[in-house]
């Protein structure tokens, strides 16, 4: 018997049901580095408690809560005490990127807040120290746009150039060690739309350029060096005339053009697809901010309507240049009030439960709610997974590939199973693994002893791990004459239930002569 003919389909589930239709389911001059951010799945974080108003009164002297002080809000303390945002943002809600906004430094904490107005009022400044939240979410394979805030672009504007590079250089430097970052750095961002916030272009190139001179006091290989993003509003005519920049062909190795959006996921595709590629064609970019808040959508669940018709105009653009976004945002900012404060995809209520900065003053660790535009995000992003027939045949001393003159006894066939993709609610997914002979004979895998039990109809389920399907050898043997069909069907139990419209099959057919 020769291999003959390997044909792959994805079918949906009603062609599963044709051949088995009783009981057959139950209720992404320097290297460019920028292509790494290809398929970029990200959130706007800030973990504000509810007790911040915004004004760095008191314990909350900036608005940077990503350190050592604030651990039990994005992970957890030594008492055992956290909300552990991180691991929600990647095991539960399935993103690989976090934006964040404010990024202090200790020295700029203590020398800026006895000089000027930064906020309202200013405490003994803690030491603000980010490796314990770069190290966590290295662990869960998070990688952080690391700001540098409009504050220290601001400074330029001041006439204090001095300062701001020395501020920049510490921020760049926590990141960096023996000439390399931190695993979990994944970008740089410039300012949040600063123009709009009163900063000039001038302002902006100059906290680019002292970026990169840090890297380079650093020690950081010009093939190391991070991409640099400005969300939203700033000129790129400004770059081109920074002599300092283009001698280091900074627009064609790591800059990333930005923008932020509100709007539907028709002018999102425009954009991306036309508008922008049209404008400019060699730039790479991504969407820093994308998403509606609840009540300018309408309620909560237009929101996730709304914010899912966004992210599949990103996902499905036809700009390969276009990397990604982060949808704005991962929590809702109360203290922001109105429109402002209902972009989250999580409310955030006092819950009684607190823990202690690094000098020991309280604050509430609150309780998240999911939205429904987080549980839209979970689907999207972890709760459809993929499944994945192959079938390989060899000789079998070992011998790889097919010979018609082989003789039937040594020619042997493999079929593996992969599943790309998790359970919403975890590892789990139920799934059907189905081989039907050429004398119509069904025969369904047994996943507790790895058999193959021959049916009259699919009643029995098998619900398992997916990371144990990943290239999981399910049979290895001879093949009769004729043709052989083999089908896995996968229900992912999203968000804990089971979906008859959530069905994904997938089929081998090999014919075998």
Same mark, same amino acid.
């Given at each position: 018997m020769a291999f003959f003919?390997?044909?792959?389909?994805?079918?949906?589930?009603? =062609?599963? #049901?044709?051949? /088995?239709?009783?009981?057959?389911?139950?209720?992404?001059?320097?290297? $460019?580095?920028?292509?790494?951010?290809?398929?970029?799945?990200?959130? @706007?974080?800030?973990?504000?408690?509810?007790?911040? =108003?915004?004004?760095?009164?008191?314990?909350?002297?900036?608005?940077?809560?990503?350190?050592?002080?604030?651990? #039990?809000?994005?992970?957890?303390?030594?008492?055992?005490?956290?909300r552990e945002d991180v691991k929600n943002i990647s095991q539960n809600l399935g993103a690989q990127y976090i934006r964040l906004y404010d990024w202090d430094t200790p020295q700029a904490s203590q020398n800026l807040g006895a000089k000027y107005i930064r906020l309202y009022d200013?405490?003994?400044?803690?030491?603000?120290?980010?490796?314990?939240?770069?190290?966590?979410?290295?662990?869960?394979?998070?990688?952080?746009?690391?700001?540098?805030?409009?504050?220290?672009?601001? /400074?330029?504007?001041?006439?204090? #150039?001095?300062?701001?590079?020395?501020?920049i250089k510490d921020i760049v430097g926590e990141l960096v060690t023996n000439g390399k970052f931190h695993p979990a750095v994944g970008m740089i961002t410039v300012g949040n739309e600063p123009q709009l916030s009163g900063k000039s272009p001038g302002a902006v190139v100059k906290a680019i350029e002292a970026v990169i001179k840090a890297e380079e006091q650093l020690g950081v290989a010009q093939a190391d060096m991070m991409p640099i993003t400005v969300p939203e509003d700033f000129g790129r005519d400004a770059i081109e005339g920074s002599s300092y920049l283009s001698g280091k062909n900074f627009l064609s190795t790591m800059y990333v053009a930005a923008m932020q959006t509100?709007?539907?996921?028709? $002018?999102?595709?425009k954009w991306l697809n036309e508008t922008f590629p049209n404008a400019f064609p060699n730039d790479y970019v991504i969407i820093t901010e994308l998403g509606r808040d609840d009540i300018t959508a309408g309620g909560p669940d237009k929101q996730a309507t709304f914010d899912k018709a966004a992210w599949e105009a990103v996902e499905g653009s036809t700009n390969n240049k276009a990397l990604g976004a982060c949808i704005f945002q991962f929590t809702n900012q109360n203290w922001k009030g109105g429109t402002e404060a209902a972009y989250g995809m999580n409310t955030k209520t006092y819950s009684g439960k607190v823990a202690y900065t690094t000098s020991n003053q309280e604050y509430p660790v609150d309780t998240l709610t999911p939205k429904p535009v987080y549980n839209t995000f979970q689907d999207l992003w972890t709760g459809y997974a993929e499944p994945a027939l192959s079938v390989e045949s060899a000789a079998a001393s070992g011998t790889t590939g097919v010979d018609a003159s082989m003789p039937t006894s040594e020619l042997i066939y493999k079929v593996y199973v992969s599943v790309y993709g998790r359970s919403a609610v975890g590892e789990n997914a139920e799934w059907y693994l189905i081989?039907?002979?050429?004398?119509?004979?069904?025969?369904?895998?047994?996943?507790?002893?790895?058999?193959?039990?021959?049916?009259?109809?699919?009643? #029995?389920? @098998?619900? /398992?791990?997916?990371?144990?399907?990943?290239?999981? /050898?399910?049979?290895?043997?001879?093949l009769t004459q004729g043709t052989h069909i083999f089908m896995l069907a996968l229900d992912p139990l999203v968000n804990g239930n089971k979906d008859v419209n959530q069905w994904s099959v997938e089929v081998e057919v090999v014919e075998v002569e």
């Open positions: 003919l390997r044909r792959k389909r994805n079918w949906i589930g009603v =062609i599963f #049901a044709a051949f /088995l239709v009783m009981g057959a389911f139950s209720p992404m001059a320097m290297a $460019d580095n920028r292509t790494d951010l290809k398929g970029m799945r990200g959130v @706007a974080y800030s973990p504000t408690p509810t007790d911040y =108003i915004g004004s760095g009164a008191g314990k909350y002297y900036d608005s940077d809560f990503c350190n050592s002080d604030f651990r #039990a809000l994005w992970g957890k303390n030594s008492s055992g005490v956290g200013w405490d003994t400044p803690q030491a603000r120290n980010h490796k314990g939240f770069l190290n966590e979410c290295n662990k869960y394979g998070i990688k952080v746009l690391v700001p540098i805030s409009n504050y220290f672009v601001g /400074l330029y504007d001041q006439g204090q #150039a001095s300062n701001a590079d020395g501020y509100s709007n539907p996921g028709s $002018d999102v595709s081989h039907i002979t050429p004398l119509g004979e069904k025969l369904q895998y047994d996943v507790d002893d790895g058999t193959w039990i021959p049916i009259e109809k699919i009643t #029995a389920s @098998a619900t /398992l791990p997916i990371s144990t399907l990943n290239d999981g /050898l399910v049979y290895q043997g001879e």
